[in-house]
Structures are given as C-alpha cells and as structure tokens.
C-alpha cells in the first residue's frame, strides 16, 4: 500500500472546487459528493466558457474558409492541437491527430494499421484493459484472422512483466497496453515495456485516458509509437480527444474515414489525401470540442501542480484505510504507485445496490464491470464499486463515502 502523502499547504482545495459549478448542487437533499471521476471528470467555468463562446461568437467550418469567423476558429482550433501536442511531449502539432476521445484514437491504429495484417498475426494486450482497447482488436481477429494474446495480471494488479516477455514471437507486430488502469489505477512501466517491445521490432500504443490527467506524461520520453487520450476525463469536452503518432507513422498509415477535409484533390479517377494529420480527420470534426480540451489543457497547466497531484493521493489513502478498517472489503489492485482510483467488492453485497444507496446520500461512485470484463474474470467477479478521485474532491468527502458505504451495507448485510 502507498504510504500516506500529504497535500502541500499552498493547494487550496476550495479555491479550485469554486471553479466547478456543479460541485454546489444537492443530489437527494445532500451536497453532491462526486466519485466517479474515472469515468468522466466535472468541467470548470473556463472550460464552459470557452465552449459557450464558440458557440456565441466564433463559430464557423474549419479550414479552407477565408472569412473572419473561420479563420478564428481554424486558429482556435489549431491552437488546441499545438496545445496537445505540448501537453503529452510529443514534439510537433503535425504528430497530433484530433478525434473525438480515445476509443476513435484507438479505433483509428486498429483500422489504419490492421489493413497490414494479415491471418496468423499476433497482437499483445493485457487482461486490464478497457473495452475500447480490447474490441477494435477483435474485429481484426473476427475479420483477419489476427491472434490476440494476453499479458496477465498478477494478484495485487501488477502487470506480469515476465510473462509480457515471453509473449513475442516472429508473428507479433503490434502491442497494445493501458497506461493506467481505469479499476485497479496500476500505472504500467510505459517505458520499460516500450524497450521490450522495440527490442523484437514491434511498435506499441498506450490507451492514455487515465494516466494523463493524474500526473505529466512525456510520449517521447516513453518512446512509444502511439498514444490515445480523451478529453472528458481531463476536465474537457465530450467529444474531444487526439491520437499522438510518432515519426512518419502518420505519413506512412492509410486513412481510417474518407470525406471532406482529409483530402488535397479528388477526381473520377482517384484521390490525392491531404498531409499528415489531416488525412485523418475526415468531415466537419467536433470543433468546439476540441477548442475546450485545448482550454481545459490551460486550465489544468494552472492547476494541476505537484501539490494538487498530492492531495489526490491523500485522497486515495485515506478512502483506502477506510475500507481496511472495515470487515468483509476486497480492494482490487493494490500496485505501487498507482493512481487515485479506487475498486473494491463487499463481501455479501452487490455493487449496483450498494450504488444505488449510496446514492441517496449523495454519493456518487461507479458499480459494475468499468468496461473491462477480462479483468472482473481475471479475479472471479461480475462487478465492483469504484471510487475515483480528482483535484477537486476532499477529506471531508472521504469521510462521507465512508459512512455512506457503512449506511449501505447495513441495509443489505
């Protein structure tokens, strides 16, 4: 278990939650306590604002336009790409493909590079990832006759590196792993398990949706070839998102969607695309999205300081001394290092119904698979409670999670 890590005196808590209009409203009477963090964050004024303002003053088609409404939203627009692009490290806007989350980023390798494959291929992933990181792999396997093969889950949520090693043969041409886990928040040794994947020639993508809003993520430092983020967890938009390419990966894979926009010339005879990574984005994107995950990424720059990240963890141990002190609670994923999220099962208790009481006090956590039913096999369960935790959550709302769980499990056990 991580040891204890206190919040910095200079992070004020309140302050940032003043940002977040929804955090002030009642839910059955009681102040909103709101756990469900890895599933999708709460959105700042800012980041409101910055939406609402395309919206009522600045809207128009992006690219190709000359007149004064699209050009500055094409400037908006490009600026949230460059502010991507810095966010994750990735060294150039042009490595930058904007989509509409992670699941599009991830459903754009899978189709672009699957075209490649052919039967008897093999992918590695784990048995903790997300769903949006496991089907666009089995349609390949339904479709091409790809191999799937997976990188196991130790007991405490570890990924087993050892066994990770002894998955590549000459068949494996791509690896693709969960950065951090959205049940256990195992934070995976991205580039160590970069290095082994090189090592055989293999490239490999991380599904980043959870590791880039708990803390800096650096894709060249990683040395990863692609990475998927999205931007509703990062206190931005539905709809918004971005796939970083390394190299010419984006030069040398071929369209994942035809349309207006991803193309420099077309005729009777054929289609001249346009230049990385425009290529890739087909049609009219999700403009105003992309303009508030661009203003979410400033706002997080601001906020989201080594103490901020601290206080998170604080979070985390003190909701998990919690649940030790309790009889009858299995936590899943007990790794070093891992981020503010928090599954657990109740021995006697179903996760939706203690959910659902839980919620008449207010709270709101997450029950179910979390999108990842290879791993609810891996430890013999259907479902789990989840609570996970953001800057703006506090030590008092620790503490009514605590007594609303007690309150749930004395009505049920």
């Not at 190709?64 to 460059?82: K, M």
């Not at 403009?287 to 997080?300: E, H, K, P, Q």
């Not at 206080?311 to 790794?335: F, P, V, Y």
């Amino acid at each position: 278990m991580n040891a204890p890590v206190k919040a910095h005196a200079r992070f004020d808590v309140e302050a940032i939650r003043a940002e977040f209009p929804i955090l002030s409203r009642e839910v059955h009477g009681k102040p909103l306590v709101y756990l469900d963090n890895a599933a999708s964050a709460q959105k700042p004024e800012a980041v409101i604002e910055a939406v609402a303002n395309v919206w009522r003053g600045s809207y128009a088609n992006v690219h190709r336009g000359l007149h004064t409404l699209a050009n500055e939203t094409t400037g908006a627009f490009e600026a949230a790409r460059g502010k991507i692009a810095c966010f994750v490290g990735a060294g150039s806007p042009d490595r930058i493909v904007l989509t509409r989350g992670a699941t599009e980023a991830i459903n754009l390798v899978a189709a672009s590079f699957g075209q490649g494959l052919a039967e008897g291929d093999e992918i590695i992933l784990s048995q903790m990832e997300h769903h949006s990181n496991i089907v666009p792999w089995h349609f390949l396997r339904e479709r091409k006759g790809v191999i799937i093969k997976w990188a196991p889950v130790t007991e405490e949520g570890a990924l087993d590196i050892e066994a990770y090693k002894t998955l590549f043969t000459s068949r494996t041409k791509l690896v693709a792993l969960v950065h951090m886990s959205n049940v256990l928040g195992t934070l995976n040794p991205a580039e160590e398990l970069t290095r082994i994947a090189h090592g055989h020639g293999v490239p490999i993508l991380f599904d980043g949706s959870q590791a880039v809003v708990h803390g800096s993520v650096d894709v060249t430092a990683i040395g990863c070839d692609f990475y998927a983020l999205t931007g509703h967890k990062l206190y931005g938009p539905n709809a918004s998102g971005a796939l970083y390419a390394k190299g010419d990966w984006l030069d040398r894979l071929p369209p994942f969607l035809g349309g207006g926009e991803m193309i420099a010339e077309v005729s009777e005879e054929g289609v001249v695309y346009a230049h990385a990574p425009h290529k890739f984005e087909a049609g009219t994107p999700a403009i105003a999205d992309a303009i508030g995950l661009g203003a979410s990424l400033d706002w997080m720059g601001a906020r989201v300081t080594p103490e901020a990240l601290a206080h998170e963890h604080a979070l985390l141990d003190a909701a998990t001394a919690g649940l030790d002190e309790m009889d009858g609670i299995r936590i899943l994923g007990t790794a070093p290092g891992k981020g503010p999220i928090l599954s657990f099962v109740v021995e006697g208790a179903h996760a939706h119904d203690l959910a659902q009481i839980m919620d008449r006090y207010g709270v709101a956590v997450r029950a179910g698979h979390h999108c990842a039913h290879p791993l609810m096999k891996r430890y013999g369960i259907t479902a789990s409670l989840r609570a996970s935790f953001a800057i703006y959550n506090t030590h008092a709302e620790v503490d009514v999670f605590l007594d609303a769980l007690r309150r749930a499990r004395s009505f049920l056990i």
